[in-house]
């Protein structure tokens, strides 16, 4: 059973970064693309990036080009999500999930996703 456990949110002023991590085990995780999705309270999930299995492309939403970069480290098994500049609209719980084998790559699409941790909660005050 796949599982994968997001860490290193918390609370960050404007403007300051933080990195998240999310750790996986179970099934084989050099083989999958992974995706950063964020969900503030009231509203849908969002794509946040994603990046592919061999490193060579990776995907960001237009709101966070520039500031936040995807990288994994395969030999770890884990996927991070380095965050810069943060603003106070970034503030979410966010999550990380492993995109199915058969989708778009760089797909943004929740449903496409088939393995999500719990969360772990950004938030940035002004």
């Known amino acids: 059973q796949v599982q994968l456990v997001e860490s290193g949110g918390g609370l960050v002023q404007a403007g300051g970064s933080l990195r998240l991590s999310c750790a996986a085990s179970g099934g084989t995780f050099s083989s999958y693309p992974m995706g950063w999705f964020r969900q503030a309270p009231g509203k849908e999930r969002e794509f946040v990036a994603a990046i592919s299995w061999s490193l060579a492309r990776t995907y960001y939403a237009d709101s966070v080009k520039g500031r936040f970069t995807i990288s994994r480290d395969n030999a770890k098994n884990t996927v991070y999500l380095q965050m810069n500049n943060l603003k106070p609209e970034d503030t979410a719980v966010y999550y990380c999930?492993?995109?199915?084998?058969?989708?778009?790559?760089?797909?943004?699409?929740?449903?496409?996703?088939?393995?999500w941790g719990q969360g772990t909660q950004v938030t940035v005050s002004s």
């Open positions: 999930a492993r995109r199915v084998a058969s989708a778009t790559a760089g797909s943004m699409r929740p449903r496409d996703y088939d393995y």
